[in-house]
C-alpha cells in the first residue's frame, strides 16, 4: 500500500509567515497552522530572538512580550539581511542573517510538533515574494541542515503558489479571469490570472503590476485617508472590470482588513465572488508539493509567471542536411533551476545555431553565435563546451568555449558570450 506522506508548507514573508500541511491521502485541501491550538491565529511576526545570556531562541509575538520583559531584543526584517549578508551581535557573539533565519525556521517547525505533533515531514514547500537565486539557494540549505532530503525541498514564488491554488480548486472559480490583490504593509501588487484554451498543454499566465507608490499602508490608518483609498481602489476595479471578464477576485493582506473599504467593497461582490483571507499563498504551496507527490492534475497545465522560464532554448545540431534540435532549456521550469552543459565537435562550421521559442506567442527566433575568433584546426578537432545559466527569469546567458582537442589541440582559451533578454523572444 502506497505511504500517506504528510506535506508542509511555508510562506516565509518579510512581515508576517504562516505555515499549512496536507497528507497525500484523506485530506481534501491544507490545513492552515495555528500559533495557538484550537484558533485561528495564522500570522506569525517574521521576527526572531535570542534569549539573554542563553543559547535559546523565540519567534513571532513572543518576541514582542520577552522584548517587552527586558529578556531579549528583536531581530526584525531578517530576509533582508540574509540578502545583505549583515549579522547583528547578541552577547558578544556575531550571528549572520543566515544563522537567524535558520533559527527562525526551525522555531516554526519546532510550532509545528508541538500544537500539531508533526515531526518529521515527508515533503516542504518555502514560498517566497519572488524566487531570488541566493535566497533559494540559501533556504534550500537552511532545510539540508535541518534534515530535509534534498530531494524534497521546493521553494517557490508566490505567482506559482497562485497557479497551484487556482488549477486545486473548482474550474469555475477561473473560468475567467482572476485577480489577486496583495496590500501588505510594504506593498501593494495587483495579479491577473488568466488561461490559453486553445493551446496544450494550457498555459495559465499571472501578469503583475506593482501599485505600491499609489497604495500604502498608512492610508488606512485615518478615516479621510480611508476615503481616499477607498475612491482610488474602487476606479481602479472598474477600469480593470471594464476591461476584462473575471470570476473571482482575492483580497490577501493585512491591508484589508482595516476597516476602509465602504463603495468599493460593493461593486466588487456584484455578480464575482470575493474571497477575503491570509492563507492564499501557503496553501497554494502545500498543494505545489501534493502536486510534486503525484496528486492532482497540476502537471496538466503550463505555469506561465514569475519565477518560471517563458522560453524554450534548443541547439540546433546539423545532421543529414537538416537541423535537427536538442533542447537546452524548457519553458515552464523554475528559472533558478534551469540550464543546461553541452559538449560537441564542430564539424567545418565557424557558428552555433539556437532556436528560441515563446511559451506565450509561439514565436520562434533563430541565434547564431559566431565563432570567428576560434583558432582554424582540421575538421572535427575542435570540442567546444555549451553552457547556458539564468541571471534572472528575464535574463539568461549563453557561453561557448574552445575545449581543444586531447592531446592534439590544447584549449585557446577562447570564448564567446551571448546575454539573452527573454523580452526580445516574447
Known amino acids: 500500500m502506497e505511504e500517506n506522506k504528510v506535506l508542509v508548507s511555508i510562506d516565509l514573508c518579510r512581515d508576517y509567515s504562516q505555515m499549512a500541511y496536507c497528507y497525500t491521502k ?59 549578508d549583515e549579522a547583528v551581535t547578541i552577547d558578544e557573539k556575531k550571528y549572520t542573517g543566515y ?31 519572488y524566487p531570488d537565486r541566493l535566497l533559494v539557494k540559501l533556504i534550500r540549505a537552511i532545510l539540508e541542515e535541518l534534515l530535509f532530503d534534498r530531494n524534497h ?107 476602509w473599504m465602504k463603495d468599493s467593497i460593493k461593486f466588487l461582490c456584484t455578480k464575482r465572488r470575493v474571497f477575503l483571507g491570509y492563507n492564499l499563498f501557503v496553501k497554494g504551496a502545500c498543494y505545489g508539493a501534493l502536486s510534486d507527490n503525484g496528486v492532482g492534475n497540476a502537471g496538466d497545465y503550463q505555469f506561465v509567471c514569475s519565477g518560471r522560464t517563458l522560453i524554450n532554448i534548443e541547439l540546433e545540431i ?15 521550469t523554475n528559472w533558478y533551476e534551469a540550464g543546461a552543459r553541452a559538449e560537441g565537435i564542430l564539424n567545418g562550421s565557424r557558428e552555433i545555431r539556437f532556436r528560441i521559442n515563446s511559451s506565450i506567442s509561439k514565436k520562434a527566433k533563430i541565434l547564431t553565435m559566431k565563432l570567428m575568433n576560434f583558432p582554424q584546426r582540421p575538421n572535427k578537432t575542435t570540442r567546444v563546451e555549451i553552457i547556458l545559466s539564468y541571471k534572472s527569469e528575464r535574463q539568461c546567458i549563453i557561453v561557448i568555449r574552445d575545449l581543444g582537442f586531447g592531446e592534439f589541440f590544447k584549449s585557446s582559451g577562447e570564448q564567446v558570450k551571448e546575454i539573452i533578454n527573454i523580452e526580445d523572444y516574447l
Open 318 to 332: 546539423f545532421k543529414e542536411e537538416k537541423y535537427v534540435p536538442v533542447m537546452l532549456s524548457k519553458a515552464g
Open 153 to 259: 525541498i521546493k521553494v517557490l514564488g508566490h505567482s506559482e503558489s497562485l497557479i497551484y491554488y487556482m488549477v486545486f480548486q473548482k474550474r469555475e472559480l477561473w473560468v475567467n479571469d482572476v485577480f489577486i490583490f496583495d496590500f501588505t504593509g510594504h506593498q501593494f501588487l495587483v495579479r491577473r490570472l488568466n488561461t490559453v484554451r486553445a493551446r496544450t498543454p494550457q498555459p495559465v499566465i499571472v501578469e503583475e503590476m506593482d501599485l505600491s507608490s499609489k497604495y500604502h499602508i498608512d492610508m488606512t490608518k485615518t478615516p479621510e485617508k480611508g476615503r481616499e483609498l477607498d475612491a482610488q481602489f474602487m476606479q481602479l476595479l472598474k477600469d480593470l472590470c471594464a476591461k476584462y471578464i473575471v470570476s473571482t477576485i482575492y483580497l490577501t493582506g493585512e491591508g484589508f482588513y482595516e476597516e
Open 99 to 129: 544563522g537567524v533565519l535558520r533559527e527562525y525556521i526551525k522555531e516554526l517547525l519546532n510550532l509545528l510538533k508541538r500544537n500539531y505533533h508533526i515531526t518529521n515531514p515527508d515533503y516542504i514547500v518555502v514560498t517566497i515574494e
Open 26 to 84: 484523506g485530506m481534501p485541501e491544507p490545513e492552515s497552522v495555528s500559533v495557538i491550538t484550537g484558533e485561528q491565529k495564522y500570522l506569525i511576526p517574521t521576527v526572531a530572538a535570542k534569549l539573554n545570556g542563553i543559547e535559546e531562541w523565540c519567534i513571532g509575538d513572543e518576541v514582542f512580550l520577552r522584548e517587552k520583559r527586558g529578556e531579549a531584543i528583536a531581530i526584525y526584517d531578517i530576509l533582508t539581511m540574509v540578502l545583505k
